[in-house]
């Protein structure tokens, strides 16, 4: 069964293919990717636990319940990316 809510801490996908594997029920609003060697230092900020290559929720939007989830990649490039929930297919 798919999830439809997600919570804090919660993986998303594998980022190896970008955006590939999102799951059906979110759709990116926006993303930023900064491209800097304190990469891995500023996930962790974020989230405890093995980051490299996949998307983590971190939060949530006030006012529009959106999903703030960020990754980092190889220690060199970080995102960020603001996702809202949709119906599959849209």
């Given amino acids: 069964?798919?999830?439809?809510?997600?919570?804090?801490?919660?993986?998303?996908?594998?980022?190896?293919?970008?955006?590939?594997?999102?799951?059906?029920?979110?759709?990116?609003?926006?993303?930023?990717?900064?491209?800097?060697?304190?990469?891995?230092?500023?996930?962790?900020?974020?989230?405890?636990?093995?980051?490299n290559k996949y998307l983590y929720v971190v939060g949530e939007v006030p006012f529009t319940g959106n999903i703030v989830a960020v990754y980092q990649y190889d220690g060199i490039y970080f995102g960020m990316a603001e996702l809202k929930y949709t119906m599959p297919g849209a």
């Avoid at 190896?16 to 304190?38: A, C, R, W």
């Fill in 1 to 51: 069964m798919k999830k439809t809510t997600y919570e804090v801490g919660d993986m998303l996908c594998d980022m190896h293919d970008g955006f590939q594997y999102l799951p059906d029920n979110l759709k990116m609003v926006s993303h930023i990717i900064m491209q800097d060697e304190t990469a891995l230092q500023l996930a962790n900020a974020f989230v405890k636990s093995p980051i």
